[in-house]
């Protein structure tokens, strides 16, 4: 049983460019959540796709957006990239439905902008 | 607004040390607390989730607890391989999707 994949697993990028990531849920997963890691912090949400659509957004800009496909994989873009935008981008899978949901994460791809 | 605290930052243990990992949080209403780990350059792995105050899950040497504002994780007699980041999550009331906010993490750290 396939676990949350991610690709790429690295990408190396200068400011300005646009980049984007890409994530296949866990089998039988519905629901992916987008996180950015910086060195030595926690997680933080991005968003979440769930049935097509963006159901929930952090504090992120416009410049961060994304797309679910009707296979449930999902993609997020990154346009006008700042240094600061250098860090581990998680991709997490779950189940839409029920109260609590156990998020399962993929290994990430780590991106540095020059 | 909902927050995660966690402590320590770091935490260095000789093998066989026990101890426990602290996780603070305020939330309008709690819906879940998770516990993950994190070893460095990979994403979070799912160890337990709480659900309301009283509560305990075990696994191996990891122990989890809950109380009305914070949980603790318990380590009894680590080994080195259980050297890692741990992170704490919590999920509030409220949420229409599955948010979950993070600490910052424990660095675990068990010298053989």
């Known amino acids: 049983d396939a676990g949350v994949t991610q690709s790429p697993t690295h990408l190396i990028k200068t400011r300005g460019q646009q980049v984007t990531l890409r994530c296949s849920p866990k089998?039988?997963?519905?629901?992916v959540s987008w996180y950015q890691q910086a060195l030595g912090q926690g997680p933080q949400f991005i968003f979440q796709?769930?049935?097509?659509?963006?159901?929930q957004r952090g504090n992120f800009p416009d410049r961060f957006s994304g797309h679910q496909f009707p296979n449930y994989s999902s993609e997020l873009n990154v346009n006008a990239l700042l240094l600061g935008d250098s860090a581990l981008y998680l991709c997490?899978?779950?189940?839409?439905?029920?109260?609590?949901?156990?998020?399962?994460f993929g290994a990430g791809t780590r991106l540095s902008v020059l | 607004e909902d927050q995660v605290t966690q402590s320590p930052e770091a935490l260095r243990l000789q093998e066989g040390e026990s101890s426990s990992l602290n996780c603070s949080y305020t939330v309008s209403g709690l819906r879940g607390l998770f516990w993950y780990r994190q070893d460095p350059g990979k994403g979070p792995e799912f160890l337990f989730t709480?659900?309301?105050a009283g509560e305990e899950k075990e696994k191996e040497r990891l122990k989890a607890t809950l109380t009305k504002k914070e949980s603790f994780l318990h380590i009894t007699a680590p080994k080195p391989e259980d050297s890692a980041t741990y992170l704490c999550?919590?999920?509030?009331?409220?949420?229409?999707?599955?948010?979950?906010?993070f600490g910052s993490g424990t660095r675990l750290s068990i010298r053989p």
């Open positions: 997490a899978s779950s189940l839409g439905g029920g109260q609590v949901n156990i998020q399962y």
């Open positions: 999550a919590v999920q509030a009331l409220g949420s229409s999707a599955s948010k979950i906010i």
């Open positions: 709480l659900y309301s």
């Open positions: 089998s039988g997963h519905d629901t």
């Open positions: 796709y769930y049935e097509e659509e963006e159901r």
